[in-house]
């Protein structure tokens, strides 16, 4: 049996709002202390009376911000965060990931990022009770590295955004309306920071804070002497997609006046070079990741206590540009479900079914131009969908113009449904991504999140060139080295027209001197190199010979 009402809510609205089934009298206990001495521990707690009043949602697929207030010319140095989410019962938290923000120029609501944590395990998750059929928890964050605000010479106000890992479907914040701060929670979708207060369907219709309570330390401004702290570098997410953004960010640096900040990058060890400019405060710092495969950049920060002219370089944190797919999955497979996927010498049937599947290690062969027919059958259910998504030009998206196949609309029946798929002139040779997808009434041809019903299964398509002679064609297409970045001194060469052939491999660094040379077997489609500490730290090009055919790699070793 579905529950339809309920699915469609679910599916359609990932901002939610949990109603109150019934009047309940809330008597929130609002506590907020900032009167200080230097280095006095200092709280301001938002707290829910005895029953639960209501909650905004969905904590994991959106950011919650709600408002900090710091005494002119002091310091906020965040160490803990706690707040009440109200979650699937018995789903676990798994992660927590803050945000921290300047106010907007306008003040109405979270403007610049200052930085930003990883996403770390919670260090308390605690039952409190069940409230509308969610477990109501008390979640607790300790700060892996304390971060501190830095007010003006007026009472400032920041925003601290909260965000969980989760694998449920639904989650809320649990909010109050008796507020002890001079905003409402906002919340950010699609890049847009939305107040509880504004009208539904955009907001709320509600003026609540969110059951939040930060807890560190406040201090004095003081001007910089001497050596100042060096920090942190933060970089999220620490890999990506060639052209992704990715966020860098520092903590533990001296929060003192009389400072001068500078970010410096350094890619592929190619030297340090300033980002921006220089400036008395520090904001996060929006970078696009490379777009060769391999590439690594470095990151840290330049502290100057301009008093003293002495400078301090933070730790350094590590982008590495990968392919990186996102994640599709359904939460129930019995109603509608693949049972075969056919093409290009993939014949794959299955009966168990789960949400996800990783058939990656089941491989088509297709050439440019060439068209071949792709078959899906699926145990249906009424107004099923299908879809094919292959990443012609390798770039992580599924979903780029000419990479979206409609198989089925709306359909009852189990099929086959087929399509012949042409091979783009342009695609990228190689090994890429195909994903399959069964979805139970909904149109959207989205490879990505999670779904209610159906079932997503990945595969491999390596794409040929046939107008390619045989020597140039059949032994080095498809070949590909792993894992990369390398932490060992030994790496792996896939090439599956190799087998029984020689390699020469050979690894240069960045000035060009060669470090390693040898000819290899390849045996089971793979290469082992074993560089035995040839490498230190840094980039090297790996090249490959067999014939007249080369082939080069970048390799980073950590």
Request: contains cysteine; charged residues 15%; proline residues 4%.
């Amino acid at each position: 049996m579905r529950f339809f009402i309920n699915q469609y809510y679910l599916k359609y609205f990932i901002m939610k709002k949990i109603t109150m089934l019934f009047f309940v009298g809330i008597i929130s206990m609002l506590t907020w202390t900032s009167s200080f001495a230097q280095s006095t521990p200092c709280s301001q707690e938002t707290l829910a009376g005895a029953e639960v009043e209501n909650g905004f949602g969905s904590l994991h697929s959106l950011i919650f911000a709600n408002d900090l207030v710091v005494d002119a010319n002091s310091t906020y140095t965040l160490n803990t965060v706690q707040f009440n989410v109200l979650v699937e019962p018995g789903v676990p938290i798994d992660g927590v990931k803050l945000h921290f923000y300047k106010d907007s120029d306008s003040g109405t609501g979270p403007g610049v990022e200052l930085s930003s944590t990883t996403m770390q395990v919670p260090t308390s998750s605690t039952y409190l009770s069940n409230a509308f059929g969610f477990d109501l928890m008390e979640v607790s964050l300790d700060l892996a590295s304390p971060f501190t605000f830095i007010a003006g010479s007026t009472e400032t106000v920041f925003w601290i955004g909260v965000t969980i890992d989760y694998s449920g479907a639904s989650s809320y914040m649990e909010v109050v309306a008796a507020m002890n701060t001079p905003n409402v929670i906002y919340f950010l979708s699609d890049g847009t920071w939305i107040a509880s207060s504004d009208p539904e369907p955009v907001g709320f219709g509600e003026a609540a804070d969110g059951v939040v309570s930060f807890f560190g330390d406040c201090d004095v401004i003081t001007a910089c002497t001497g050596v100042p702290d060096a920090g942190t570098a933060i970089v999220d997410p620490t890999s990506g997609n060639p052209g992704s953004a990715y966020t860098v960010s520092a903590q533990g640096y001296s929060a003192t006046s009389g400072m001068s900040f500078q970010w410096q990058s350094n890619t592929n060890s190619q030297g340090w070079v300033d980002e921006g400019t220089a400036s008395n405060e520090i904001l996060a710092y929006n970078a696009a990741a490379p777009s060769v495969l391999g590439d690594v950049v470095e990151w840290r920060l330049v502290s100057t206590c301009t008093a003293s002219g002495e400078t301090v370089y933070s730790s350094t944190a590590t982008f590495t540009t990968t392919i990186q797919y996102c994640d599709g999955s359904a939460n129930n497979t019995d109603y509608e479900n693949i049972t075969n996927v056919t093409y290009a010498g993939i014949n794959n049937s299955s009966t168990s079914h789960l949400g996800y599947n990783d058939f990656t290690s089941q491989v088509a062969t297709v050439g440019l131009e060439e068209t071949s027919q792709l078959s899906v059958q699926i145990t249906a259910d009424g107004s099923d969908y299908v879809f094919a998504f292959i990443d012609w030009n390798q770039n992580g998206v599924l979903d780029d113009a000419g990479e979206v196949y409609t198989l089925a609309s709306g359909t009852s029946v189990s099929g086959p449904h087929t399509m012949d798929i042409t091979v783009p002139a342009d695609a990228a040779l190689g090994n890429t991504r195909m994903r399959v997808k069964v979805v139970w009434d909904d149109a959207n041809p989205d490879p990505c999140g999670v779904f209610a019903y159906g079932e997503v299964e990945d595969y491999t398509v390596l794409v040929e060139d046939p107008t390619a002679s045989i020597d140039d064609n059949s032994m080095l297409v498809g070949s590909r080295l792993y894992p990369n970045p390398l932490n060992d001194t030994t790496f792996y060469i896939h090439a599956p027209g190799l087998n029984g052939a020689t390699l020469d491999v050979s690894i240069v660094d960045m000035t060009g001197r060669q470090v390693y040379k040898n000819t290899l077997v390849c045996s089971n489609n793979q290469v082992a190199v074993s560089t035995n500490e040839a490498m230190t730290s840094g980039v090297y090009i790996v090249t490959l010979k067999h014939a007249s055919q080369t082939k080069s790699f970048r390799l980073v070793r950590q």
